[in-house]
Nanobody
Framework: QVQLAESGGGSVQTGGSLTLSCAAS????????MAWFRQAPGAEREAVVAIYVDADSPHYADTLQRRFTIFLDNAKKTLYLQMNSLKPEDTAMYYCAAARDWYGGLWWMNSAIYKYWGQGTQVTVSS
């Protein structure tokens, strides 16, 4: 079992920044990929970015335009998401996810491959 706990959400104005964190506990050593997803009210959950453990190969959604950066601290078993130049359309509940199996191609964007999820942290960007 793996437990994930997100933190760092909040309310900011357009152009502001936030850094989210996701602390993994339990059988965290079994994780091979971690990711951030987000879901706005009335919208489907969408992938933001994913990173493979023990491999510096993050995958970002094209729509982010390099405004977000993912970082995994393996020693602390904590995943971070640095969000810059935030826009109102970034407003959503952000979820941390983890899986113990590797998938190629664009499968990292499919929420179905992730078995473990955090409770989410709300990000609100006002204009």
């Amino acid at each position: 079992q793996v437990q994930l706990a997100e933190s760092g959400g909040g309310s900011v104005q357009t152009g502001g920044s936030l850094t989210l964190s996701c602390a993994a506990s339990g059988d965290a050593n079994s994780i091979v990929i971690m990711a951030w997803f987000r879901q706005a009210p009335g919208a489907e959950r969408e992938a933001v970015v994913a990173i493979y453990v023990d491999a510096d190969s993050p995958h970002y959604a094209d729509t982010l335009q390099r405004r977000f950066t993912i970082f995994l601290d393996n020693a602390k078993k904590t995943l971070y998401l640095q969000m810059n130049s935030l826009k109102p359309e970034d407003t959503a509940m952000y979820y941390c996810a983890a899986a113990r199996d590797w998938y190629g191609g664009l499968w990292w964007m499919n929420s179905a491959i992730y078995k473990y999820w955090g409770q989410g942290t709300q990000v609100t960007v006002s204009s």
